[in-house]
Nanobody, 123 residues
Framework: QKQLVESGGGLVQPGGSLRLSCSPS????????IGWFRQAPGKEREGPLC????????YYADSVKGPFTISRDNAKDTVFLQMNSLKPEDTAVYYC????????????????WGQGTQVTVSS
């Protein structure tokens, strides 16, 4: 079964950092654009927070530009989300998604979604 698998979530204190990973199962990320989304408790899904295309060109929403960095390691077939200076309002389930073209991410129509990983920012 083809799917995306996220990892790296957890509990972190305000001001701390986390690095999330997004890896494929049953396919490869070659030629896919990857985006990160999040859904906070009681709120609608937000995103894409950031995106990276197959040429490793990156795009960021203003809300995360600076503290968040998206990258991909083609040798490991993995996309990362480095999150620094985390705030309590960053608490959410974070999802990665893969689509053939950035437009699939900006229109919320990717080919694959991950199951999500919980990030909790609290003292």
């Amino acid at each position: 079964q083809k799917q995306l698998v996220e990892s790296g979530g957890g509990l972190v204190q305000p001001g701390g950092s986390l690095r999330l990973s997004c890896s494929p199962s049953g396919f490869t990320l070659d030629y896919y654009s990857i985006g990160w989304f999040r859904q906070a408790p009681g709120k609608e899904r937000e995103g894409p927070l950031c995106m990276i295309n197959s040429d490793s060109i990156t795009y960021y929403a203003d809300s995360v530009k600076g503290p968040f960095t998206i990258s991909r390691d083609n040798a490991k077939d993995t996309v990362f989300l480095q999150m620094n200076s985390l705030k309590p309002e960053d608490t959410a389930v974070y999802y990665c998604a893969a689509g053939r073209g950035l437009v699939t991410l900006t229109t919320n129509t990717p080919e694959f979604w991950g199951q999500g990983t919980q990030v909790t920012v609290s003292s």
